[in-house]
């Protein structure tokens, strides 16, 4: 069995591909349910949405079935929006013509059956957007985006600066690994949460960066692929970049496996902002 890291983490780091490329992940969720926290502090289950051939009919965290309802959300937390429409694509949009296109949406433009779009909205609320059907956006439904610093779903206690949130991994034990390169002056740390029974998340492993005192921001992007775990750190060593290696355990936590860094160390090559896990 091999590691590798193919040829696309050569040409960002030769600035071949522009460096805000972005990634979107196919997340394969459909036996896993996110939970949030919204402004009152209590769980807040994934939205199903159905097309029924003029509006989205829209289902759970209070909604039974309602065309296109006003749904209301919280910066730094998760919302899953599963589409159940088989044929129809679903959206979220600055308007019903436009694609929001920021770093904080994953799968956006998902075309059901059983896709599903994850959206942590960052810190740049309030603001409005609209969920839609692009193929008939006569009719999108209105999301409005509130600040909530004081309503984290993790961590409990608010770190400025942290990037808690930057990038996010599902497993495939529906464990969670979420980064913060931002943490302990930019040293950065990744989280590892399991998803209990009964819906909610407790988290099992904090991983600090293997290089203290680097400000290498690692966490910047966590990527899973089997037992394996690849962790870059895009701003270590001068910016010459490195990404670390860990094995899952049989109790569920990581273990460091080895370091993977740029064959010739050239400052500001930013090694590790593109990962690609292949076993």
Same mark, same amino acid.
């Given at each position: ?62 909604? =039974?079935?309602?065309?296109? !309802? ?8 998760? +919302?899953? $929006? %599963?589409?159940? @429409?088989? #044929? ?87 464990? =969670?690994?979420?980064?913060? !390169? ?8 990744? +989280?590892? $949460? %399991?998803?209990? @029974?009964? #819906? ?80």
């Amino acid at each position: 069995m091999t590691l590798r890291i193919p040829l696309l983490l050569n040409l960002l780091k030769n600035r071949l591909l522009p460096f805000n490329f972005l990634i979107f992940l196919g997340l394969l969720l459909s036996t896993i349910h996110l939970y949030s926290i919204n402004q009152d502090g209590n769980n807040s289950e994934v939205y199903f949405l159905e097309w029924n051939d003029s509006t989205f009919l829209v289902s759970g965290n209070g909604y =039974t079935t309602e065309p296109n !309802p006003h749904l209301t959300l919280y910066e730094n937390n998760y +919302y899953i $929006f %599963n589409n159940l @429409s088989d #044929g129809v694509s679903l959206c979220i949009g600055e308007n019903n013509q436009t694609i929001y296109s920021e770093d904080d949406i994953w799968n956006n433009y998902a075309k059901g059956d059983n896709e599903y779009i994850l959206f942590n909205p960052t810190a740049d609320s309030p603001r409005t957007l609209y969920y839609f059907n692009p193929e008939n956006n006569n009719s999108a439904g209105q999301i409005t985006i509130l600040n909530s610093d004081n309503n984290l779903f993790y961590p409990q206690t608010k770190i400025q600066e942290a990037k808690f949130g930057k990038s996010v991994s599902i497993n495939d034990w529906n464990q =969670t690994i979420i980064g913060a !390169p931002g943490e302990s002056q930019l040293d950065g740390v990744i +989280y590892v $949460f %399991n998803l209990e @029974s009964n #819906g909610t998340f407790t988290q099992l492993q904090k991983i600090v960066n293997p290089v203290p005192s680097s400000a290498g921001q690692f966490g910047d992007t966590v990527i899973t692929e089997g037992q394996f775990l690849a962790v870059s750190s895009p701003d270590y060593d001068s910016f010459s970049g490195a990404v670390y290696v860990y094995e899952r355990e049989s109790n569920g936590s990581y273990k460091f496996l080895q370091e993977l860094s740029t064959f010739s160390k050239i400052g500001d090559n930013l090694a590790g902002m593109f990962l690609f896990l292949e076993i």
